[in-house]
């Protein structure tokens, strides 16, 4: 997966980099057909913007959040953004279920034996 941060009037430390990354690569293990991702961070009268944006495969995802605090308000949106992707994943496990992509709720050894026949 390929992260870009942008940040305009505000110079990033490489600590905030690093744990910009490393949280947003916890994403890969929803879908492993996440291509890009895109953070970026604004600064006006002392609020810190974050701006979230996901593209996959068939899919592209956005979260925003703010907060006088830089780590809350990136933490606040990467839970955003978190929220979306699990609730697309399960959107989508729903979606194969109902075609009959797996097989039903009920064991394999619970069906009726067959009945013998004599002759």
Known sequence: MRIEITSTSYELTDGMREHIEKRLLK?????DSVMDCHVFLRVERFIYKFEITLHG????LFSEAHSEDIHAAFDSAAE????????????IRRRRTRRGGRPSA???GAQEPAEEFEG
């Open 80 to 91: 955003k953004m978190e929220r979306q992707i699990r609730k697309l994943k399960d959107k």
């Open 57 to 60: 495969n068939g899919f592209d």
């Open 106 to 108: 009920e064991p394999a």
């Open 27 to 31: 994403l890969k293990r929803y879908f």
